[in-house]
């Protein structure tokens, strides 16, 4: 990706009117006195599309390890790992293609004695087509998290959409652009970027429960 300079000469003379376009959305559901969360389940992530091509092979399993992985590194909860509930469903003879997780979140949580469950929705991971200096298609990932109470009620919730666009077709995108050396990146890398982004807000409205 290369970055125009008008581009850049534009940004300096805003300034601060040249704000970063955010890909993240977070919002608390609810909280309050008598809500504390210690320990935390992770749901199978559903894919949240009828579209096969908007969801490539493996997508679904990568964006919820990234998350656990976010979780571990941004909060102080005990976590279960993906793998433990994913051995207990197969146990169970549940399903583990997160097509049911709303179901199956309750039942782990008691099951593990969880506070909370983090269910996933992944609704694109489409990789990008192109070479270093060009793309035919860009990376586009977007997916949603929801942190719910046993009993279901929701706690908060996340959505991080984006979908890599050239420093030319947008300006606004040319802090986000620099942060990546100005290059095209693939899906993986936005997945990850996604993760932690959604968890450090997470995190950040977990404090403010406190």
């Not at 979140?105 to 983090?118: H, M």
């Not at 942060?179 to 977990?206: K, N, P």
């Amino acid at each position: 990706m290369t970055a125009r300079v008008p581009a850049l000469l534009l940004c300096a003379l805003l300034g601060t009117a040249c704000a970063v376009p955010s890909p993240v959305v977070s919002q608390r559901s609810a909280a309050g006195p008598g809500i504390e969360v210690r320990k935390v389940a992770l749901a199978p992530f559903a894919r949240g599309t009828l579209r096969a091509a908007d969801v490539e092979q493996d997508g679904v399993d990568l964006i919820r390890s990234r998350v656990f992985e976010a979780l571990a590194e941004f909060t102080d909860w005990e976590l279960v790992p993906p793998e433990e509930i994913d051995r207990w469903l197969e146990r169970e003879q549940i399903s583990t293609d997160g097509s049911g997780a709303s179901e199956i979140g309750p039942e782990a949580a008691r099951a593990f004695a969880a506070d909370a469950v983090l269910y996933g929705s992944v609704r694109r991971y489409r990789s990008r087509l192109g070479g270093p200096r060009g793309s035919r298609r860009p990376a586009s990932v977007w997916f949603e998290l929801e942190l719910k109470l046993p009993d279901g009620t929701r706690l908060w919730r996340g959505t991080y959409r984006e979908e890599q666009a050239a420093v030319s077709d947008n300006l606004l995108g040319l802090p986000r652009a620099a942060s990546r050396g100005f290059q095209w990146v693939d899906a993986s890398r936005l997945a990850l970027e996604g993760a932690r982004e959604l968890i450090g807000a997470l995190a950040r409205e977990q404090r403010a429960w406190k």
